[in-house]
Every structure is written in structure tokens, then in C-alpha cells.
Antibody, heavy 117, light 109 residues
């Protein structure tokens, strides 16, 4: 069974750094792109970027380029989303999703990030 | 900045039919945008329904169908059930990057 398991909820202060994770299992982790999606409270889905764990090829939405870093460690089948300096506006639910045959087929359960002083 | 626009909300009666659309600020949506559709219920992660315009997943109910309509991607729900009440999002491909639509809240009343 394909599963994406994300790290737990985080509460951080503005200016702090953060790295959240998404661990894949039940499939060949290096063979499928993994994307990250933001959902701010009460708002819609926003596509942030995507990584191919096989060679770490990464693409970003222009809206998120330079704001976050997407990476992957294929030795432990885990993708990451990180911030170097959080802002209150980064408060959101973040989802990872596996791309398969033109679809974002499998989704993680989401990681809630709260940034508040 | 590319914007993908959907109807903010639609209301449909049980057993009725409703069509949601997905428009791109760059022009007509074609199969080359590989339109995807997702359903999201409160407190849940999105669930994939349709990919590459009209292809269904094994779990996608037969009453859901995807198409291209008048320069937009479209999702039609026929014989709507109460459990179809949810937020629906389209997703379009722009050569290496993707953009989600603004979302449509479907109410079954």
C-alpha cells in the first residue's frame, strides 16, 4: 500500500527556521515526483513545488521560489519542505502528494504549521 | 502571475446535475494542460478524482466526468448524492509547474 506520512504539527515563532517531512512507503520512492501544497486557514489549495527524488530535480511555483526549499533524502525515502525564517503568513496546512501518471494520486495527512509570537 | 478561475459556489439538488468549470488567465484550456480535479471535504486531505482531462481513478464514482467545454476544463456531476457536498479544485499544468484553481464549493440542497 502506498503511503505518505508527514511529520507532526509545529508551533514556531517568526524568524525561526523549520523543516517538515514526508516519508514515502509502498513504492519506489526515487521513481515518482513528490509535490508540496499549501492551504492557508479557510483558503484554497496552492501548488508550491515538486521534486524528483531520483536526481533531486526541483521545480518551484514563482510564488514560492526563494521563500522555501524543497529537498529529498532518497536513502530514507523522505521529502522535505523547509523555511529559513518563518513569517506569520506561513501559518497553514502543508500537504505532500505523489505524482503518478499525470495525477497527484496519493496524499499525506498534512502538517499544520503555526507561526505566532 | 497565472490565475486559474473556478465558480466560487454552486448549489444542486439531490439527483441533479451540475457542471464546474476551470478557466486559465493565459487563454483556452486544452488537453495539454492535463487538467486534474480534486475533491476536498472539511478536515480532510484532497482526493484525486480526474486526471488528464477525463480519466478516472478506480475509486472515482461513475457520476463524475471530466471534459473540455468552451475553452475551459469541466467537471460534471450527474445524479448528485448528498456525500458529493465538498470543495472541488482543478489543477492545470504549465510546462514544469502547476496551478490550482480557486475552488468551487458545491452545496447539495
Amino acid at each position: 500500500e502506498v503511503q505518505l506520512v508527514q511529520s507532526g504539527a509545529e508551533v514556531k515563532k517568526p524568524g525561526e527556521s523549520l523543516k517538515i517531512s514526508c516519508k514515502g512507503s509502498g513504492y519506489s520512492f526515487t521513481s515518482y515526483w513528490i509535490g508540496w501544497v499549501r492551504q492557508m486557514p479557510g483558503k484554497g489549495l496552492e501548488w508550491m513545488g515538486i521534486i524528483y527524488p531520483g536526481d533531486s530535480d526541483t521545480r518551484y511555483s514563482p510564488s514560492f521560489q526563494g521563500q522555501v526549499t524543497i529537498s529529498a533524502d532518497k536513502s530514507i525515502s523522505t521529502a522535505y519542505l523547509q523555511w529559513s525564517s518563518l513569517k506569520a503568513s506561513d501559518t497553514a496546512m502543508y500537504y505532500c502528494a505523489r505524482r503518478f501518471s499525470g495525477s497527484y494520486l496519493n496524499w499525506g495527512q498534512g502538517t499544520l504549521v503555526t507561526v505566532s509570537s | 502571475q497565472t490565475v486559474v478561475t473556478q465558480e466560487p459556489s454552486l448549489t444542486v439538488s439531490p439527483g441533479g446535475t451540475v457542471t464546474l468549470t476551470c478557466a486559465s488567465s493565459t487563454g483556452a484550456v486544452t488537453s495539454g494542460y492535463y487538467p486534474n480535479w480534486f475533491q476536498q471535504k472539511p478536515g480532510q486531505a484532497p482526493r484525486a478524482l480526474i486526471y488528464s482531462t477525463s480519466n478516472k481513478h478506480s475509486w472515482t464514482p461513475a457520476r463524475f466526468s471530466g471534459s473540455l467545454l468552451g475553452g475551459k476544463a469541466a467537471l460534471t456531476l450527474s445524479g448528485v448524492q448528498p456525500e458529493d457536498e465538498a470543495e472541488y479544485y482543478c489543477l492545470l499544468y504549465y510546462g514544469g509547474a502547476y496551478v490550482f484553481g480557486t475552488g468551487t464549493k458545491v452545496t447539495v440542497l
